[in-house]
């Protein structure tokens, strides 16, 4: 399995929130964990947003920050592809950086083949916590984690 992490999911890696452990087992779980190139900025814009409001210490963030930067290199960063990320916000009621995550899993779900080395399609699965961009990721075909609908 292929689990493309949006940053919800992905910053569920470095801080214990509710879902934490289940991303923990879907990430250790993985052939190739992935994330899209815009998720670094958007991981620690959440880390510095918490710190804001007095969610997280500059210590933890520094930590989480750090931790995040070290391990960047251990996740397939898929680009950004905004033709298709363009066509999604106008068939499904996503913000932007939904789109441009949920086009990225669908990118990589087209060409995951070549990442599992396998001739067959490889197990991509979104995971996010964001309802409607899970619920525009199974329109679209794409399996979703968590398998249920909470967000």
């Given at each position: 399995?292929?689990?493309?992490?949006?940053?919800?999911?992905?910053?569920?890696?470095?801080?214990?929130?509710?879902?934490?452990?289940?991303?923990?087992?879907?990430?250790?779980?993985?052939?190739?964990?992935?994330?899209?190139?815009?998720?670094?900025?958007?991981?620690?814009s959440g880390l510095a947003r918490r710190h804001r409001d007095?969610?997280?210490?500059?210590?933890?963030?520094?930590?989480?920050?750090?931790?995040?930067?070290?391990?960047?290199?251990?996740?397939?960063?898929?680009?950004i592809d905004e033709v298709t990320a363009a066509r999604l916000?106008?068939?499904?009621?996503?913000?932007?950086?939904?789109?441009?995550?949920?086009?990225?899993?669908?990118?990589?779900?087209?060409?995951?083949?070549?990442?599992?080395?396998?001739?067959?399609?490889?197990?991509?699965?979104?995971?996010s916590f964001d309802a409607r961009q899970r619920a525009a990721?199974?329109?679209?075909?794409?399996?979703?984690?968590?398998?249920?609908?909470?967000?």
């Open positions: 399995m292929i689990p493309y992490l949006d940053t919800s999911a992905l910053l569920k890696l470095y801080v214990s929130e509710p879902e934490s452990d289940a991303v923990r087992q879907w990430a250790g779980a993985a052939t190739l964990p992935a994330t899209s190139r815009l998720a670094l900025v958007e991981a620690l007095q969610a997280l210490t500059v210590d933890e963030v520094q930590a989480v920050a750090a931790a995040v930067q070290a391990e960047w290199d251990d996740y397939l960063t898929v680009e916000v106008l068939r499904h009621p996503l913000r932007a950086l939904a789109a441009i995550h949920l086009a990225a899993a669908l990118d990589l779900a087209a060409t995951a083949p070549q990442f599992a080395g396998t001739a067959a399609a490889a197990d991509v699965r979104l995971a990721a199974v329109a679209e075909g794409l399996e979703v984690l968590p398998s249920d609908s909470r967000e």
